[in-house]
């Protein structure tokens, strides 16, 4: 039986939430949109004052939303940062999902150097050959193990491209226990470095699988939109470690927070 959440606007905003580049399982729909993670499906629609997200796991899809989490103060914390007043203002309604660690894990290493289009594409397929039907006509996504059965071939059949060599070996890696459930209890930068021991995750998808399914908001990501984030702040030359680190240092603990603000404001006015 469907139950219905009702969540204030002054903090969600599921365009945003969903269109700032930290899920790819999700489709627009007439009126909302409908979301999956893992095995479990919602919708979500939204008027000017609040949003109602229906599911038959209202729980789940509350701590998936982390709508625990206060909004409210973060963004009091970051706006008087540099450049975030406008970021926040503009994004005013992203939060940072919960997200399964093995399907964030797959779902990075297809995405990177692609775009995002593709990168659902890629992923509905593998969730269509792979995953159980949860119905409505969509798929979960599949376990470590049904992933582990299939080689490079199969991933390659289904658009990955290069990334299929990496599906395939991360698949049978967490398949035969490798363990990404520790990762939960590693300082950030310990976690980087052994997530980075998986073929297809360098330290950028390491720091977006960190902040979109393991909580770590210490990290940032770094893109060719947050290289030009980092031009308009700090300006002149520097490695995507060295940004890393000094943008870490200037937004602090909310940082992959502050990340995602400012990567969605970039995006959205470049060229305005």
């Known amino acids: 039986m469907k139950s219905d959440i009702i969540v ?9 939430i969903l269109d700032c580049g930290q899920v790819f399982r999700y489709f627009p729909e007439e009126g909302g949109y409908t979301v999956i993670s893992g095995d479990k499906l919602c919708r979500v629609t939204q008027d ?27 963004r009091g914390e970051l706006q008087d940062k540099p450049f975030m007043r406008e970021a926040v203002g503009y994004g005013r309604g992203i939060r940072i999902l919960r997200q399964q660690p093995f399907e964030t894990l797959m779902s990075f290493i297809v995405s990177a150097n692609n775009h995002i289009p593709r990168i659902k594409g890629i992923l509905n397929r593998i969730c269509e050959r792979l995953g159980e039907e949860i119905g409505e ?15 490079e071939a199969f991933y390659a059949s289904l658009g990955a491209g290069y990334r299929a060599e990496y599906l395939a070996d991360t698949a049978r890696r967490i398949a035969d226990g490798f363990d990404l459930d520790g990762v939960f209890g590693m300082p950030s930068d310990e976690a980087n470095r052994y997530l980075c021991r998986l073929k297809g995750v360098g330290p950028k ?51 992959g927070i502050a990340q995602q603000y400012l990567f969605f404001y970039k995006r959205e006015t470049s060229g305005r």
């Not at 210490?218 to 980092?230: A, E, G, Q």
Request: aromatic share 16%; hydrophobic share 40%.
């Open 205 to 255: 998808v390491a720091d977006c699988i960190l902040l979109f399914a393991f909580r770590k908001y210490d990290v940032f990501p770094v893109d060719t939109w947050i290289r030009k984030v980092y031009s308009d702040i700090v300006g002149g030359d520097a490695t995507n470690a060295q940004m890393r680190k000094k943008l870490c240092e200037m937004y602090g603990k909310y940082a």
């Open 8 to 16: 204030s606007r002054e903090d969600f905003d599921i365009r945003r």
């Open 48 to 74: 000017e004052s609040r949003a109602v997200i229906s599911s038959d796991d209202p729980d789940y899809f509350a701590g998936y939303f982390d709508l625990s989490a206060d909004y409210r103060a973060i």
């Open 137 to 151: 006509g969509r798929y979960a996504f599949p376990s470590p193990e049904a992933m582990a059965a299939k080689d």
